[in-house]
């Protein structure tokens, strides 16, 4: 299982809507700007035992603008860029299927910048080699 290249997936679909993707924490300065975080997931193999499948929760937290639309409308994009999103693959793994949340107000903070949650869960299916 290689958690590394799960995020880089992960980042690289976000970062094609045209904003960045940091792991795991936000950056103290920036706007329009997202972070990603995995949650713990539940492991199955295989009756092959080479093949592992994963269900994996992952968090992300969209910072915007003090102007709602525009944090809005950057959540809308990463949440239609990533919904039902599947069949991603990369050397050793392939993501099945992402199934997001509608993306949530979470917090205004200390600069006024708004931000939204949107919470996920990715299937992906792990090829190990002995």
Known sequence: MNIESLITLL????????????SP???PDGENIVSISLGQGTNQRSITKDILYSDIPFYLLIRGTSNDTNTRTIADTIF??????ENIENNNLRIILISCSTPNYAFRDENQRIHYNINATIKVEWKEEF
């Open 25 to 27: 924490d936000l950056p």
């Open 80 to 85: 239609n860029q990533l919904d039902h999103k």
């Open 11 to 22: 980042r690289n679909e976000i970062e094609k809507t045209g904003y960045k993707c940091k």
